[in-house]
């Protein structure tokens, strides 16, 4: 499994969506997947940034995990902080 840490900042996402291009590249993903990842990806981390850790600051951990065993491969993506928790369904 291969992982990143880095400061839950947006000026951060071009260093997390690298990592995993980077990450999936190396398996030959399809470019239209990729691009689909990104998307979630930017989504997923841009939430962190800017909730997560608000009015303090914090880290982000990025795990991606590649079965090549699997056909097709399987790839596992992991988002971790420690920020406050958010729970959408707790909204009215």
Same mark, same amino acid.
């Given at each position: +499994?291969?992982?990143?840490?880095?400061?839950?900042?947006?000026?951060?996402?071009?260093?997390?969506?690298?990592?995993?291009?980077?990450?999936?590249?190396?398996?030959?993903?399809?470019?239209?997947?990729? +691009?689909?990842?990104?998307?979630?990806?930017?989504?997923?981390?841009?939430?962190?940034?800017?909730?997560?850790?608000?009015?303090?600051?914090?880290?982000?951990?990025?795990?991606?995990?590649?079965?090549?065993?699997?056909?097709?491969?399987?790839?596992?993506?992991?988002?971790?902080?420690?920020?406050?928790?958010?729970?959408?369904?707790?909204?009215?």
């Amino acid at each position: +499994m291969n992982t990143i840490t880095v400061p839950a900042t947006i000026d951060q996402l071009d260093t997390v969506l690298a990592f995993l291009q980077e990450q999936l590249a190396d398996v030959n993903c399809p470019d239209d997947t990729q +691009m689909q990842v990104s998307i979630a990806a930017e989504e997923i981390f841009v939430n962190i940034a800017n909730y997560a850790y608000v009015p303090n600051s914090g880290d982000a951990t990025i795990r991606c995990q590649v079965d090549k065993e699997k056909d097709p491969v399987q790839i596992t993506i992991e988002f971790l902080d420690s920020g406050v928790p958010y729970d959408p369904l707790a909204r009215e």
